[in-house]
């Protein structure tokens, strides 16, 4: 029997990379898989090619950083699937600038869909997990969350605070059998890293004991090991997938 049988879960920034990614992973699993996203196109192709190889999945517009839009929609999963067992939240931006320099928009922009959509997306889902005395929230973080990284105080920042919003909630919610995790990756191959310049990557690559950038899978695992029950006696922690970069 697939492991996710029977379950439903929403994947937020699920249109691409990562992202995509869990959702696929997902729904091989017999998930049915609500991906969330505000690519429209991008997400209903990656829907079709999900429902066409056999899964189960429907697509949800909505900008993460929307509160009334968030709640609106996870209502919908919920009234339309009577429950809602696993929380991925992935969306995110980045809007990279030394911090002398930085925009107050490019802080805020990135705030608004990292971490107050974690937010948003988290505590719209708790009323059916708590009903239900069962979930499974993981929040996609980052290296840069852990570690820092020059030019993304704002993208660093945001990171941070989602592993502390998974800790704070995993101690607010494990009595009622819900666990929440955080996944933090390191450099992972997506169209974000694609764009650095050569000799960023190279750096990076110095600093890698595995000596390669990720891929969206090892990401996807981590994420699909602590939405199982698998791990149903782990909550709040920090998973890092990145090759070594930060211990």
């Given at each position: 029997m697939k492991r996710f049988e029977g379950r439903v879960?929403?994947?937020?920034?699920?249109?691409?990379?990562?992202?995509?990614?869990?959702?696929?992973?997902?729904?091989?699993?017999?998930?049915a898989v609500v991906l969330v996203d505000v690519q429209k196109d991008k997400l209903e192709a990656v829907a079709g090619s999900i429902v066409g190889a056999g899964g189960r999945a429907e697509t949800s517009v909505v900008d993460v950083g929307d509160?009334?839009?968030?709640?609106?929609?996870?209502?919908?999963?919920?009234?339309?699937?009577?429950?809602i067992d696993h929380l991925v939240n992935n969306a995110g931006i980045t809007r990279d600038a030394l911090l002398m320099r930085m925009k107050e928009e490019d802080w805020d922009a990135v705030l608004r869909v990292n971490l107050k959509g974690t937010f948003n997306f988290s505590r719209a889902v708790l009323r059916t997990m708590i009903a239900a005395r069962y979930g499974r929230i993981v929040n996609i973080a980052s290296v840069a969350g852990?570690?820092?990284?020059?030019?993304?105080?704002?993208?660093?920042?945001?990171?941070?605070?989602?592993?502390?919003?998974?800790?704070?909630?995993?101690?607010?919610?494990?009595?009622?059998?819900?666990?929440?995790?955080?996944?933090?990756?390191?450099?992972?191959?997506?169209?974000?890293?694609?764009a650095l310049p050569e000799d960023i990557r190279k750096a990076y690559l110095d600093i890698i004991p595995l000596k390669k950038f990720g891929l969206p899978k090892d990401v996807a695992s981590a994420v699909i090991f602590l939405l199982s029950?698998?791990?149903?006696?782990?909550?709040?922690?920090?998973?890092?997938?990145?090759?070594g970069m930060y211990m």
């Open positions: 879960s929403i994947v937020t920034g699920a249109s691409q990379g990562i992202g995509e990614t869990i959702a696929r992973d997902l729904a091989a699993e017999g998930a509160t009334a839009a968030v709640e609106r929609a996870v209502a919908a999963v919920a009234a339309a699937h009577g429950r852990l570690m820092g990284n020059a030019g993304q105080t704002n993208y660093a920042a945001s990171k941070a605070g989602v592993v502390a919003l998974a800790r704070s909630l995993a101690r607010e919610v494990g009595s009622r059998g819900i666990t929440v995790n955080a996944v933090a990756p390191g450099f992972i191959a997506t169209a974000m890293t694609e029950e698998d791990a149903a006696y782990i909550t709040g922690q920090v998973v890092s997938v990145n090759g």
